[in-house]
């Protein structure tokens, strides 16, 4: 029998300090939170989604020594996540504060540490084999010492691995030349609406999904993540394929898009199509906004019962 394809993901996984707020600051101000808590977050939302979605998992990314390290250690591995690497010593993870408003919106406020150092031997360590994805975001693309690292490994990927690629917000500071190489080499592109609007120019979603399908590999496919209104599904030559959303009362989108990616990801993997793909990473990412948290995405059994009467849409 042949052997699962593999999710390696070479992001960062930080801690969440999550703040639930009546509505954010103003500046110079304080405002007090109604209820706190300090998860994993980052790239182990990613992680988590696709695990439960029944796909093995390597976390290839760097991590650090202290609490923020060990929790993210554990976490990962209470999902069955494998860590590639030891922790990196003298330096603890980072951690982001995520301010969750009255209407479900998030603000974050990211401080970096360990994860920021990921090596180009150490990248070169993890031998995803072909049938593989990669898992890539935005984030280690902006400036910093370790960027051509993570480019080298990306450009010099084995025919046959497919590399995920979420740009993340941060997308409008990425550098073009940057941009442009990861994206030729991309063969699922996963992002939102604000984060296409701002790559593309264009805040009209069909446009922007074509655009980006002209601008990765060929054969590959881009994900438009639309809130509430589902995705679209683009590839290149192709009109766009609107994949409808599940209506449900959001309490905490914090780590919608994280189930969603993470999600669509193990469908792939299992050999669906990509429509059919994001069919099921919407129903994924509907619970996930039920709940209060960043790693809410559900299990393969919990998706298969929220699917079970829910009509197939003509697609």
Known sequence: MAARPRLFHVGAVIADVVLDVDALPEPGG????????????????VMAAAARAGMPVVYGGAHGTGPYGDMAR????????????????????????????????RTFVTSLGAEGELTLDELRALRPAPGDFVYA???????????GDLLAWIGGLPEG?????????????????????????????????????????????????????GRIR??????????????????AG????????????????????????GVFTAALAAG???????????AAAAIAVTRR???????????????VGRATPAL
């Open 161 to 213: 691995v497919r590399l995920v690629f979420d740009p993340a917000p941060v997308v409008g500071e990425i550098g073009g030349e940057a941009l442009a190489a990861v994206l030729g080499r991309t063969d699922v592109l996963s992002l939102n609406a604000r984060e296409a609007a701002i790559t593309t120019g264009t805040a009209d979603t069909g446009r922007a999904a074509a655009l980006l399908a």
């Open 238 to 261: 192709a009109e766009p394929v609107r994949v409808p959303g599940f209506p449900v009362r959001a309490v905490d989108t914090n780590g919608a898009g994280d189930a969603h990616v």
């Open 137 to 147: 975001v935005g984030y280690a693309l902006m400036s910093g010492p370790r960027t």
């Open 293 to 307: 948290g960043p790693a809410t995405a559900p299990d393969a059994a919990e998706l298969d019962r929220f699917l």
């Open 30 to 45: 304080d405002v007090f939170a109604t209820a706190s808590r300090t998860l994993p977050g980052g790239g182990f939302n």
């Open 218 to 235: 060929g054969g590959g496919t881009v994900v438009l993540r639309d809130a509430a209104d589902g995705c679209l599904v683009a590839g």
């Open 74 to 105: 554990e976490a990962l591995r209470a999902e069955g996540v494998a860590v590639a690497h030891p922790p990196k010593p003298g330096t603890d993870t980072g951690f982001c504060v995520a301010l969750v408003d009255s209407s479900a919106e």
């Open 272 to 282: 669906l199509d990509p429509v059919r793909a994001a069919r099921r990473a919407n």
